[in-house]
C-alpha cells in the first residue's frame, strides 16, 4: 500500500469507528425502530470499510460469483448494498410515522 492509501484507510478507519461509537451509544438511548436501523447502517458501513482494508492488506479474500454474467464479489457487493439498504428502511419508516399523525 502507499502513503496515500494508508493515511486514507487511517481517515475512513478513526471517522467511521467515530461514527459506528456514536451509533451504538445512540442505540442504547433510544429504541426507536427507525433509529436503530441509521445504526445498523452506521455499523455496517463501518465493516465494510474494515473489510476493504484486511482484503487490501492480503489478509481475507473476496469469492467472486458470477452475477449477471460479470465476476463480482458477493461480500464486497453485500458490504456496499446493506448500509444503503438499512438507510432506505429507516426513512421509509419515519416517512410512515409523519404520516400517520
Do not use: C, H
Request: no cysteine; net charge positive.
Amino acid at each position: 500500500m502507499t502513503e496515500t492509501e494508508i493515511i486514507f484507510f487511517t481517515i475512513k478507519l478513526f471517522l467511521g469507528g467515530i461514527i459506528a461509537f456514536l451509533a451504538i451509544m445512540l442505540w442504547s438511548k433510544t429504541r426507536d425502530f427507525s433509529w436503530m436501523f441509521l445504526v445498523f447502517a452506521a455499523v455496517t458501513g463501518y465493516s465494510a470499510i474494515v473489510f476493504d482494508l484486511l482484503l487490501k492488506l492480503g489478509f481475507v479474500t473476496a469469492k467472486e460469483i458470477s452475477i449477471l454474467g460479470n465476476e463480482i464479489p458477493l461480500v464486497q457487493l453485500v458490504l456496499s448494498v446493506v448500509p444503503s439498504l438499512f438507510v432506505i428502511i429507516a426513512f421509509i419508516i419515519m416517512l410512515s410515522k409523519s404520516g400517520r399523525k
